[in-house]
């Protein structure tokens, strides 16, 4: 079962930048797909981004552009680069890992990924 921690979040101003990580633990990391959702409060929880076993990426309308998900296999880890922040980018940002060896699909859905880490909080002021 893979474990995921998930760091650098932090509060910024709007225009700022941010890189979180989501670090994992065990020696198959390759084989997951992986996602990043973002819950703010008050709001249900929403797909960001996700990245599939080749690479392959996927974003939300409203992050397209402005975030890059990326993800290190030697390391064990996948990016959310944020670029031009914005106030309403403001929430606790978790992310998920789906095993997926034998396929390249990306994963919209938080019900598609069995395994979370517990979230970093970004606040964005204005």
């Known amino acids: 079962q893979v474990q995921l921690v998930e760091s650098g979040g932090g509060l910024v101003q709007a225009g700022d930048s941010l890189r979180l990580s989501c670090a994992a633990s065990g020696r198959t990391f390759s084989t997951y797909a992986l996602g990043w959702f973002r819950q703010a409060p008050g709001k249900e929880q929403e797909f960001v981004a996700a990245?599939?076993?080749?690479?392959?990426?996927y974003y939300a309308d409203s992050v397209k552009g402005r975030f890059t998900i990326s993800r290190d296999n030697a390391k064990s880890t996948v990016y959310l680069q944020m670029n031009g922040l914005k106030p309403e980018d403001t929430a606790v940002y978790s992310c998920?890992?789906?095993?997926?060896?034998?396929?390249?699909?990306?994963?919209?859905?938080?019900?598609?990924?069995?395994?979370w880490g517990q979230g970093t909080q970004v606040t964005v002021s204005s």
């Open positions: 998920a890992a789906r095993w997926s060896p034998f396929s390249a699909a990306n994963f919209v859905s938080s019900a598609q990924y069995p395994h």
């Open positions: 990245i599939s076993i080749l690479g392959d990426t």
